[in-house]
């Protein structure tokens, strides 16, 4: 079959590699569309083990398509002409991080993936045995297979939000406009916040944000915490979630959050980049600092429900669909957005 295997974000090639065979408790699915995700994109992760069988099974993980062939095994969950959504990442629910609520901490979890050796942006993925049991979801006949790719990156902003949540008209202050930051401001009127702004460079993606029911809108050039105070009656932010991960937007989630808030670190920076906490800020303001990482099961169901009850409109984030000889092309405009480009989406099985 056909796959894109990774080299680096601008060398990615198609090739033929060998077909992966089908085992008792495994499904094959034939890839309908399959989205480009910020950490596809991440370079610095995925350079350590390109191009070498095995190295990238999590490379392509927001995937859709058609079961084409079933185990005996997996016979019992899923049938041949199923539409489906494949998650990679399953947890093992018995570790203690699963079992204190923290499944997507789950080294099981974490570890999982698609059988594929070169990742998911290819014409077919084989689901493991463990991810058949606990990671596939039915897609209802009114979600596309293009809509359905957003179950995964809409799972993680639930996630996320679950730790940090607007609920009771929260204002909340999201940092960055891009992808994941557009799905927060979404979800979080969804989940009961009240005023939500939305910080970015790029006013493009202002108006965007705009669009998709930002209250307001700060360019990030702007003094980011002091804005948002003059915007919200004087107060900081009930709830920052933090989606541009440098260490600027760090210092400005510290100094926006108000009283009693939360941050939601929810974009991780480089590994090797440190940013400084002031202690002081924080101390009179009894604030939560939380992340989160991935989406479990649960996330992901609401997610669905989201779009399949047009909740969150994912229609209008995809800005491109390209074939899968045009994966690279994909890959560039994620990882430096251009020309309004915000959710580039795979299709594997078009010409
Ligand atoms: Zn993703
Ligand atoms: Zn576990």
Redo the contacts with the bound molecule.
């Keep these: 079959m056909k796959a894109a295997v990774y080299y680096k974000n601008s060398d990615i090639r198609v090739e033929d590699v060998d077909d992966v065979p089908v085992d008792a408790g495994e499904a094959k699915v034939k890839v309908m569309a399959c989205?480009v995700?910020?950490?596809?994109v991440m370079e610095w992760y995925r350079i350590k083990k390109a191009g070498r069988p095995g190295g990238i099974g999590a490379f392509g993980?927001?995937c859709t398509g058609v079961v084409t062939e079933a185990g005996s095994k997996a016979a019992k969950k899923v049938q041949v002409g199923d539409r489906v959504v494949v998650t990679h990442h399953v947890p093992c629910n018995t570790c203690s991080a699963c079992i204190n609520g923290h499944t997507t901490a789950c080294q099981t979890l974490q570890s999982t993936k698609f059988k594929n050796n070169y990742g998911a942006y290819a014409e077919y993925v084989v689901v493991p045995d463990i991810n058949v049991d606990r990671g596939i979801l039915k897609l209802p006949d009114s979600v596309s297979f293009d809509e359905g790719t957003f179950v995964?990156?809409l799972g993680?902003v639930v996630r996320g939000q679950q730790w940090a949540s607007p609920a009771g008209g929260k204002s909340v202050l999201v940092i960055g406009a891009g992808l994941s930051g557009l799905l927060h401001l979404q979800a979080a009127r969804v989940n009961g916040a009240g005023f939500i702004a939305v910080s970015d460079i790029n006013t493009d993606r202002l108006d965007v944000a705009k669009k998709f029911g930002a209250s307001a809108t700060i360019i990030a050039t702007e003094d980011v915490p002091n804005r948002f105070k003059e915007l919200n009656a004087g107060r900081g932010a009930d709830v920052v979630v933090m989606t541009a991960p440098v260490p600027a937007c760090v210092k400005q989630s510290l100094e926006a959050v108000g009283a009693g808030g939360t941050i939601l670190f929810f974009a991780p920076t480089n590994p090797e980049v440190n940013s400084e906490i002031n202690i002081w800020n924080l101390w009179q303001k009894e604030v939560t600092i939380t992340h989160s990482y991935a989406a479990d099961f649960r996330n992901l169901q609401t997610a669905l429900r989201w779009i399949q009850h047009g909740r969150i409109n994912v229609k209008d984030m995809v800005t491109q669909v390209f074939p899968l000889v045009r994966t690279q092309e994909g890959f560039v405009l994620t990882a430096q957005p251009k020309g309004g480009s915000l959710k580039v989406i795979i299709h594997p099985q078009d010409p």
Aim: charged content about 30%; hydrophobic content about 0%.
């Design positions: 989205g995700c910020g950490s596809d993980h927001e995964e990156p993680c």
